[in-house]
C-alpha cells in the first residue's frame, strides 16, 4: 500500500482524528481547489461539484463534520488517482 492510500485509508478509518494538513493534501488529491481568504477556514471547490469543503485548524486537527464531508467526497471520487 502507497503512502497515498495509507492516508486515505486512516481518514476513512478514523474520521475523528483527521490532521489539518492530512485533510487539506487529500482534497487537492480528489481535485479540489483550495482558497483562503481573510478566514480562520480554507474552502475546496472542484469543478461540477456542489459540496464546498471548509476545514479550520483547531489545533492541528478538523472539526468531525468536516471530516465526515471529507469521506463522502473520498467515497465519491475515489483515492485521487485518476486526477
Known amino acids: ?7 486515505i485509508a486512516s481518514i476513512i478509518n478514523n ?5 489539518y ?9 480528489l481535485g479540489f481547489t483550495g482558497r483562503q481568504k481573510g478566514t ?11 459540496v464546498v469543503l471548509n476545514f479550520q485548524n483547531r489545533d492541528g486537527a478538523i472539526a468531525d463534520y468536516q471530516a465526515r464531508q471529507l469521506v463522502e467526497m ?3 471520487y475515489g483515492d485521487g488517482d485518476e486526477n
Open 1 to 7: 500500500m502507497n503512502q497515498r492510500a495509507k492516508l
Open 15 to 19: 474520521p475523528r482524528d483527521v490532521r
Open 21 to 29: 494538513a492530512d485533510a487539506c493534501k487529500v482534497a487537492e488529491l
Open 40 to 50: 480562520s477556514h480554507k474552502f475546496y471547490s472542484r469543478r461540477g461539484e456542489q
Open 74 to 76: 473520498i467515497r465519491k
